[in-house]
């Protein structure tokens, strides 16, 4: 069985496990060196990402963790994870770190301050049927690398902000999957951690 963790130094991390095991993953969070060392993937949780980034360093993790993201771990990484794994951000802290893991410069807050949080079904390539999205505070995508796929776009329209990208082994999304009781996206990223 593949053993998924989830970043845990902040941010939604309960429901990520939960939304883990559900999909037949063994599900740990991480917050140490060893515990990171211990996972075969692994989920970057929504919560704010310069936080998380002060909290990387904190803890030591922050070194550990891009090299296993460059040595192939999958990763997803949803809304404040989506910033971390940004080679770009903008409107960040000028201190905060990201891993570069995908190729893509994402915008933090991007839907701005007056819509703090709304919802909408999306399509998702590679779902049958269009996807429950919560959208909190969240990060769009305005460029991404040639070798980046996009998998969404909000309001479903060939012009709309890219809001799910996935670039080899990692993936990410604006919005929190763990929080609209839709299994697919963990089911899609523990066959990716399964190496399908
Ligand atoms: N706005 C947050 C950040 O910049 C992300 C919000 C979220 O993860 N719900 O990190």
Redesign the pocket.
């Known amino acids: 069985m593949v053993t998924v963790g989830v970043l845990a130094l902040q941010?939604d991390v309960a429901e990520h496990l939960r939304a883990l095991e559900d999909s037949g993953a063994r599900a740990l969070p991480v917050r140490r060196l060893a515990e990171l060392d211990a996972v075969d993937a692994l989920v970057i949780p929504?919560?704010?990402?310069?936080t998380m980034s002060k909290l990387l360093v904190a803890f030591d993790l922050l070194g550990p963790l891009a090299e296993r993201v460059r040595d192939g771990m999958p990763v997803w990484g949803t809304?404040?994870g989506m910033?971390l794994l940004a080679r770009v951000v903008l409107d960040g802290r000028p201190d905060q770190h990201s891993l570069g893991a995908i190729d893509m410069t994402v915008r933090?807050?991007a839907f701005g301050r007056q819509v703090d949080s709304y919802e909408e079904y999306l399509d998702v390539v590679g779902l049958d049927a269009p996807f429950h999205a919560v959208f909190?505070?969240?990060?769009w995508v305005e460029e991404v690398g040639s070798g980046v796929e996009v998998l969404a776009r909000a309001g479903n329209t060939p012009d709309g902000p890219v809001v799910a990208v996935r670039s080899g082994h990692a993936l990410a999304t604006s919005f929190?999957p763990e929080v609209g009781g839709d299994g697919r996206l963990h089911r899609l990223f523990v066959d990716m951690a399964s190496g399908n």
């Open positions: 941010g929504g919560g704010e990402s310069t809304c404040a910033i933090r807050n909190i505070r969240a990060p929190h």
